[in-house]
Structure formats: structure tokens, C-alpha cells
């Protein structure tokens, strides 16, 4: 129009028309492609991955159902012990000094693993929840002090998926992952500071009148026991802390199953209510 407006040629115009509708028919195309390859996007993500994740939850609240159970025994018996208390300490000798460097170690690398498992879990979440958030388009409004205003969360009205990750990501900042790490710190640094006594106190050639093995003069890798009273106070002081940390150390672990288990069932049931909804609303629509 505006060509013809100014005059222009027929054959000019001719020509501008058929750019404009051959333009017009690249851009149905291109449309067509678009839906259907978001409708194959959309067909993966309610038929495929949204059982896989069904599958995963449901086998890590299995697995997190037996932990449970594993760490409430430990955490028994580990109470029971350190309540009934023990008069005798023990010495340790050259091989028990060795498997406390070796625990140290072991707890290390349990703090390492710990922290990164639950770093890649919940990293694992938000790559699945930020894929899910670019297939779909949401108008943003402005608010009179031109501020965007942040959409609704598609987990009140989309597909159950965005229940899935959204509320997997919500509970897993409710663990109490840190105070594990933490309990996990606490008795390494234990250990740390009682290996020192030990060396230090084995160094002394002490007097050992309660072989465990009968030959405590003659094996220098046997370990004795003495009386409370007859041991040095820093060792009683070492044991006792250590002690003390083991049972808090147990206690964070069976806390930390237990919340793991209630969030993977809470987790499963407001899926199963967004299945529910979800199926309501399509059959309406």
C-alpha cells in the first residue's frame, strides 16, 4: 500500500507482494515446525521424564527408608553404650593407633562425599527445573514503578513436572544437611586433637597392669586396659569427647534419614495431588 501510495511501478509492486507472501509462507512453516517440535518437547516431558523422576524419588526414599532404619539402630546402641559408661580405658596399642588415622581419614573423605552428594542432587533439580522454565513463554508484567513482576509458579497450573521440581528444590533447603557436615567436622577434629595424646602417652613407656592379651611386656601392639582413676585426665578428657561426638555424629545421621524419608513421601503425595489436578483440569478444558 504504501508503495502504491507513492506511485510505485506495478512490476515493483508485483515484485514486493510476492517476497512479502513468500515471507508470510516461510513463517507458517517455521510456526508449524515450532508447534510440533514443542509438542514432542511436551510429550517427552509428561511421558518420559516425568516418570523417570517418579522412578528416582521413589527409589531414593527406599533407599532413604532402609538408611533410616540402619542409623536409628546405630544411634540405639551407640546411646546405650556411652549411658551405661565404662570404667576401664583402654591403651591403645600401634595397630589401634593406626585404624583411628585410618577413621580420621575415612571421616574426611565421608565429609567430602556428603557435601558433594548433596551439591549434584540438588544442582541435578535446578538443570531439570531451568530446562523446564525456557519451554514455555510467560508474559511479564510491569507494575507502576516499572518493576517485573515475577510470574506465578507454573506448579499451580501446569503439568505435575513443575510440582516435581519445584517442591523437591524447596525441601531439599530444609535438610539439615549442614549440621551433619558440621557433626561430621566435629568428630574428625577429635580425633585429631586425641591422636597427639596418644602418641604422646604411648612415648612414655606407662605402667600396663591389664594386658588384654597376657604378654603386654613382651607385644608392643597389644592394647590394655586400665581403670578410670589410674588413667592420665587428658585421655579420660579425649575419650570422653570423643565419645560425645560419636553419639552426636550418629544422632545427625538418623535426624538427616528421617527428614530425607519425610520429605520423599511428602514429595510423592503433592505429586500424586498435581496428577490429580492436572487430569481434573484437561478434562474440563
Request: some cysteine.
Amino acid at each position: 500500500r504504501q508503495l502504491e501510495s507513492k506511485g510505485e511501478s506495478s512490476h515493483k509492486i508485483d515484485k514486493t507482494r510476492a517476497i512479502v507472501k513468500d515471507l508470510h509462507s516461510r513463517i507458517r512453516v517455521a510456526i508449524h515446525r515450532i508447534d510440533s517440535i514443542s509438542k514432542k518437547i511436551e510429550e517427552l516431558r509428561d511421558k518420559e521424564l516425568q516418570p523417570q523422576l517418579d522412578e528416582l524419588i521413589e527409589g531414593l526414599r527406599r533407599m532413604w527408608e532402609v538408611m533410616f532404619q540402619c542409623h536409628k539402630l546405630q544411634f540405639h546402641i551407640i546411646s546405650i553404650a556411652y549411658n551405661y559408661g565404662n570404667s576401664k580405658i583402654s591403651i591403645q596399642s600401634e595397630s589401634h593407633r593406626q585404624i583411628t588415622i585410618h577413621l580420621e581419614n575415612e571421616l574426611s573423605s565421608l565429609y567430602t562425599s556428603f557435601t558433594k552428594w548433596i551439591g549434584a542432587q540438588k544442582s541435578y533439580v535446578q538443570a531439570i527445573n531451568g530446562w523446564l522454565y525456557k519451554c514455555v513463554s510467560l508474559q511479564q508484567k510491569s507494575s507502576k514503578r516499572k518493576r517485573r513482576m515475577q510470574p506465578p509458579p507454573l506448579r499451580n497450573y501446569g503439568p505435575p513436572i513443575y510440582v516435581t521440581c519445584g517442591v523437591w528444590l524447596e525441601k531439599l533447603d530444609t535438610l539439615p544437611a549442614k549440621e551433619v557436615a558440621e557433626s561430621i567436622k566435629g568428630l574428625g577434629a577429635e580425633i585429631t586433637r586425641f591422636l597427639p595424646r596418644q602418641e604422646k602417652n604411648q612415648g612414655k613407656g606407662m605402667n600396663r597392669p591389664h594386658s588384654t592379651s597376657g604378654q603386654a611386656g613382651s607385644n608392643s601392639d597389644s592394647a590394655v586396659l586400665i581403670s578410670r582413676d589410674e588413667a592420665p585426665e587428658d585421655w579420660i578428657t579425649g575419650s570422653d569427647h570423643f565419645r560425645s561426638s560419636l553419639v552426636g555424629f550418629i544422632g545427625k545421621l538418623n535426624n538427616f534419614s528421617e527428614s530425607c524419608l519425610k520429605m520423599f513421601n511428602e514429595l510423592q503425595k503433592e505429586i500424586q495431588e498435581a496428577k490429580n489436578s492436572y487430569d481434573q483440569f484437561k478434562s474440563q478444558s
